[in-house]
């Protein structure tokens, strides 16, 4: 019995790291996703599209799991990172990947630290410069800690519960039309298939399609015994993504039905000010840095992610490059002033190209190459699945590149 009772121990002690890295990795995913740029699209497109924009969430969603699901698959049952896999497919073709998402990594970043900015900006009220400079150093503190991947770990889960919770009291203030809603969702007045590739580009799109997969495999978490946990958790990821978008366009829907008129010059504080008088503000500042903040973190994260397979050097001082690419991104930040509208263009032209050459090579593995999967028997509909969805991230790509030319008019 004495046996019996340290074995149970020492199993639920080995399975305790593994739990937590996979809920880690999960809000990383997701939290990757929601930066500033995901609240500002929400509030624009449902002042546009009202109760409607309720289907575009939902197949938004849907397209998105997906595609997590496929890349979750193969980078967790064959322990690779997604230029490695590049690399083994095609000579050369991981170097690509890793270039686009670490330039596309970098621009986006100088963005996430605005948005840091801003949030404490409408939080505290402190002058934009230095709330980009105290931020960083707050995320440059979860690096430099004794256990940086614990302390990463728990911050995205703190920090996303914290948007849900400040997000839900709006989204309550409100009184949002959910009757309508609901079914619209369903049944809409209209549908924009722009705004839907616009929302699968902004949450899987560029290193936010990698970031919770590497984080899953760089934690040990890997293998086709796996697989039940490595499914969950790339599902659960979106749905919180999913959720987050669902409330906070209760919130702003609430306001818009009531006629408010939103902001044009910044829709997204407008909107919680319109539901909640100061208190929104403030509320809107919270949500703001902790969704800029957990991003800085994730875009960082991830981007270096993408080189460490290249050089021992570089994984021996992966902390330390993680901690030098969110300073660049904030010097940058800090002598540009704003963030530039073209740079945000050219990194969403980036991430455009990111979205089908990562996903090209997943779907590749899974129906080419399954010795990288160490023999794991690969269910055909789920690549059937993941090559629709790479069949529309093609669009995502073209409508990505197009926007390069108007960067020079």
Known sequence: MTDRTTLDRQGASAAAPHRGALLGAMFLMATSAIGPGFIT??????????????FAILVSVLVDIAIQLNVWRVVGVSGRRAQ??????????????????????????????????LGLNALLGLDVRIGGTISALVAVAVFLSRRAGVAMDRIVVVLGLVMIVMTLYVAIVSSPPIGDALVQTVAPEQVEFLTITTLIGGTVGGYITYAGAHRMIESGLTGAENVKGITRSSVSGILITGLMRALLFLAVLGVVAGGAKLAADNPAPSAFEHAAGEAGLRVFGLIMWSAAITSVIGASYTSVSFLVSFSSWIETHRNRLVVAFIALSTVLYLSLGTTPVNLLVLAGALNGLILPVGLGVVLWVAWRRRDLLGGYRYPAWLASLGTAAWVLTLYLSWNSLTKIPNLWN
């Open 41 to 54: 699209q929400t509030t624009v497109f449902t002042a546009q599209l009202g109760a409607a924009f309720a």
């Open 84 to 117: 490695d896999l590049g690399n083994r497919v095609f000579p050369g073709a991981g170097y690509l990947l890793a270039g686009l998402d670490v330039a596309g990594g970098l621009i986006f970043n100088i963005g996430n630290v605005a948005g840091t900015a």
